[in-house]
């Protein structure tokens, strides 16, 4: 609404469209301090749209444009800065239009905003998480799950239609030795009772022997050799192992609140890559070295140069190959927009080679094909050492949030505390790993991410939650009418002029893909409404401030809990 009517000014006066100004306005953080100012333009920005001839007299001619903007009600100043042009907001119009908004669009508010009217809105594809069946589901993997989620969810709010896949890492040699390894230690009854545990337990046997024991490496390789040709008992078998794998995956995705519209693996692409093959080959990407193993050579292209290895002298295809295939799959299949691989970082060139085989195969929709990288997680550990499963890190986060729950004064009767405390634990993982930039590694601290001070998950749970409580002591309902002009305070004015920045921190987050603006934002919003509640008391109050101030709060609220679910947190009313 309000870079509307400014863009609309401007339009007016300076003869372009009111697009041309939407995204160059920006609303000013509160801890500039600026009392004078709430949005404002840079002079470039008018440069650069050819809103002004010339960078020799902007100063002149930035003056002349104000003279010619005549303010209003909505817009009571406008001035000149250091090159900028300030507009400053009514206050009363504030209060009034950012929580009636608010109000009225509910899990709406910000993403409908006109920053997102000029935005190309889609399908896209996310494809996140991917563990290996039978191995580690590494402190990566919760990464990749937590990040994957949080930018799925960010595209579906605004707007986008989106298909999350996890592609699991369900084929290659490691099947061979894990179906010889079941054959010789496996048990169908363990297997039903704990099957990632098994099945890990079953992995690690089997390559410890195979080191000293040739007939392991050769019965591995026969396993696999079958599963290959499709032959029924090995991939019955097989087939087994990933089903149990991936019920037991759905039921801990749960527990983080993530699902997937499909269970994708590299098995399925297995005899596409052939195909691959055999396209590379007729296109003369491919050649074959002496000795035997078939490789791309793009070592001397432009933009991108590498060697890569596609497939064995035996003639198999490797992880790059299926990746090829699987690409071109679902862009069959999804007829996607855009398409967003996360992980680690490790796998970077792995993912320029791929993008670099497909444009070269002539996919130009390559180009919309993004890999997020994130970096690595040090010393992620539980009670029982190393983390090896997912469920692992949820119930050690469980089990110490509880504690510090039953520790802390604050703490609430609770119908179901253990439900609570998995829920702030999991917020408080997350919030840890956005903090940053994705690709920076971190070191992992359990006292320190759960922290009920500092900017945590724990604390943007607690201020949720206390937020929820006022509302229930106060009852008041959110219809009730209230003066804005009421609401003029510096705290209530700062509150407002941040809930104002919502829109554009999440258009900062959709372009570079990282949480930590969304997040940094909710933690700035959770210490105003922490001095707010210090200095806006409602209790007390005259009635009719206590309603004007229970109205902020409620707005401060909704803003919260939207915020916290784009980040793939589930808030809590009570802790
Ligand atoms: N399964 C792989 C791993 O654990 C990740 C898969 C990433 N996605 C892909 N399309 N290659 O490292």
Redesign the pocket.
Known sequence: FFRRNIASKLSNALGQSEETFISSLFAIPVSKKQQSSDFRLSVNSLLQNGSFSSADDTQTQTEALVQRLKPDNVVEEISVGCGVINFKISRTVLAEKILEKIHNDGHLFGVRSELFSSLQKGRTLV?FS???IAKKFHAG?LRSTIIGNFIANLKEAVGNDVIRMN???DWGMQFGLLGVGFQRFGSLEKLKVNPLQHLFDVYVWVNKEAESNECIWLAAREFFRQLEQGEAQALSLWQHFREISVEEYQRVYKRLGVHFDEYSGESFHQSQAQGVLQQLQQRGLMKTTEKGTGVVDLSSAKNMSFYSTVMRSDGTSL?ITR?IA?AIARKEKYAFDEMI?V?DKS?EG?FQQLFGILLAMGHEWTQSCRHVPFGLVQGMKTRQGEVVFLEDVLDEARTRMLRNMKESRTTKELEDPEDTAEKVGISALIVQDFKGPLVSDYKFNWDKVLQAQGDTGVFLQYTHARLCSLMRMHGGDAEAAFDPSLLQELGSIAMLKHLLRYDEVLHRSLQDLQPKHLVNFLMTLCHLIATAHRTLPVKGSPAAQARARLQLFRGACTVLANGMRILGITPVEMM
């Open positions: 494809e991917s563990p290996n993997h592609y699991l890492g992880y990746d699987a691989y992980t796998q792995h």
